[in-house]
């Protein structure tokens, strides 16, 4: 059995750290693989970090694993990752029961396949009275795509009441796909592979998370580097614009 990896006493920790798995590909490349054995690695990391990150005592995980824009990709590509996917919702609903994980999945339900969706809306079902982790699914899940989606439910709520039409933060925050999350806000997010760029990841709830740029690609993460950016993000001065 791995050691478990542990923080110094008096480490802040952040209570929301939002994951941006960049450079699958990029490492199966270099490797000589094929680019679908980088995601197929991915996958694998991916599990292992969730579970460190309840070691440290993260309250809620956000994973973005397929972006709006990942529908670029070929038919291929996109086909072996909607199996990992079933994969992972299949091997993970179990580890979640078991350890209290709510399962929420931020994102679009109507261009998925029917039978993906109907996993996630099990999973989110079996887990929604779980209360000590959150483990935020992002699957066919952009920022800007979600204000969109938010303002359409605001617009269709008020729709009898238009002269009561009035939206402030508050309103506009419970139809996020992070509504009625005791942290919706990411205090940490980490990109990996070295891209300089958030992409749009949760884009209204991240305007004061600390960033975090890790060089190395995805599949080479480990605990090791989720306690460097813990602790880089510890020694941070946050004063939310005051």
């Known amino acids: 059995m791995a050691k478990k990896i542990t923080l110094p006493a008096g480490t802040k920790i952040p209570h929301h750290l939002a994951i941006i798995p960049d450079g699958n590909?990029?490492?199966?490349?270099?490797?000589?693989?094929?680019?679908?054995?980088?995601?197929?690695?991915?996958?694998?990391?991916?599990?292992?970090?969730?579970?460190?990150?309840?070691?440290?005592?993260?309250?809620?995980l956000s994973f973005w694993a397929f972006s709006t824009e990942n529908w670029q990709r070929s038919k291929q590509e996109i086909a072996y990752l909607m199996r990992l996917y079933h994969r992972f919702?299949?091997?993970?609903?179990?580890?979640?029961?078991?350890?209290?994980?709510?399962?929420?999945?931020?994102?679009?339900?109507?261009?998925?396949?029917?039978?993906l969706i109907l996993k996630l809306k099990k999973a989110e079902e079996e887990t929604k009275n779980y209360q000590k982790h959150i483990f935020n699914l992002a699957l066919d899940y952009g920022g800007r795509d979600e204000i969109l989606?938010?303002?359409?439910?605001?617009?269709?709520?008020?729709?009898?009441?238009?002269?009561?039409?009035?939206?402030?933060?508050?309103?506009?925050?419970?139809?996020?796909?992070?509504?009625?999350?005791?942290?919706?806000?990411?205090?940490l997010m980490i990109r990996t592979s070295g891209e300089l760029r958030t992409s749009g990841l949760l884009l209204w709830q991240s305007a004061y998370t600390e960033l975090y740029f890790e060089k190395d690609y995805f599949p080479d993460l480990t605990p090791e580097h989720i306690k460097k950016a813990i602790l880089?993000?510890?020694?941070?001065?946050?004063?939310?614009g005051a």
């Not at 490797?31 to 460190?52: D, M, P, Q, S």
């Not at 029961?97 to 999945?105: D, G, S, W």
């Open 149 to 187: 989606r938010a303002i359409g439910e605001l617009l269709a709520k008020f729709k009898v009441q238009s002269s009561k039409f009035k939206v402030d933060e508050k309103e506009f925050e419970k139809y996020l796909d992070t509504a009625d999350q005791p942290y919706p806000y990411p205090d």
């Open 89 to 115: 919702l299949d091997q993970f609903l179990a580890e979640a029961k078991k350890e209290e994980v709510r399962i929420i999945h931020l994102g679009r339900k109507d261009r998925l396949e029917k039978s």
């Open 25 to 60: 590909r990029r490492w199966a490349r270099e490797k000589g693989l094929l680019t679908l054995e980088g995601h197929r690695r991915g996958f694998e990391v991916g599990i292992k970090i969730a579970r460190a990150c309840r070691d440290f005592g993260i309250h809620t």
């Open 232 to 240: 880089a993000y510890s020694q941070r001065q946050r004063r939310f």
